[in-house]
């Protein structure tokens, strides 16, 4: 896990706005909340401010701050508390966080970070020549019983090999990011077992409500004679 800090002087801008759509957007976000209890916007609206520019900047934090009436510490604990959260200017076509957890590590996370390191650059949140491909190790993400996983943006790519990690780096270079199926890479429905279903296999015919009261009832009259 990296340490999550701000970005170097040298990385933030002057100032930070949401353009006009956004905006409206934030407004309408934050008048879902109670009178009293607007802050609970924080984080759709850095999320929003991250889709907006690609991630949070220092001038992001003040100025969601000061549109919720908050200490400026409060917003930066929140954005350097969550991964989903970049601090720093990220890959422009993938940013892939590889899970580093027991249960990913285990099943071959370190083998998935060795390919980050030989693909895009040996050092996490460190971006690749071109400046589109970026990685960091993260926490679980709650897919691990499909572990390995990396989560891209917002999608997650389970049951990996360092070989198709590979080629879902590539696709995301190639721009063809949308292309890959997100979720498992092998033979396994969502969390379901790999190969198949090992129980639960009959068919089951559904009972209706209604279906199920008239049964009851018939068998009451029966009973009665
Ligand atoms: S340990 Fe990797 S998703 Fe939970």
Known sequence: MSVRRLAEDKFQPASFAFNEENAAWAEATIRKYPEGRQQSAVIPLLMRAQEQDGWVTKPTIEFVADMLDMPYIRVLEVATFYTQFQLKPVGTKA????????????????????????????????RNESGTLSWEEVECQGACVNAPMVIIFKDAYEDLTPERLEEII??????????????????RIFS?????????????????WGEGQSAQADDAEKAKG
């Open 95 to 126: 940013h892939i966080q590889v899970c580093g957890t027991t249960p990913c590590m285990l099943r071959g996370s370190e083998e998935l970070m060795k390919v980050c390191k030989k693909k895009i650059h040996a050092e996490p949140l460190e």
């Open 192 to 208: 379901a077992p790999e190969g198949g279903l090992t129980s639960l296999t009959e068919d089951i015919t559904p009972v209706r």
């Open 170 to 187: 590539d696709a995301f270079e190639a721009g063809k990011g949308s292309d890959v199926p997100t979720g498992p890479q092998i033979d």
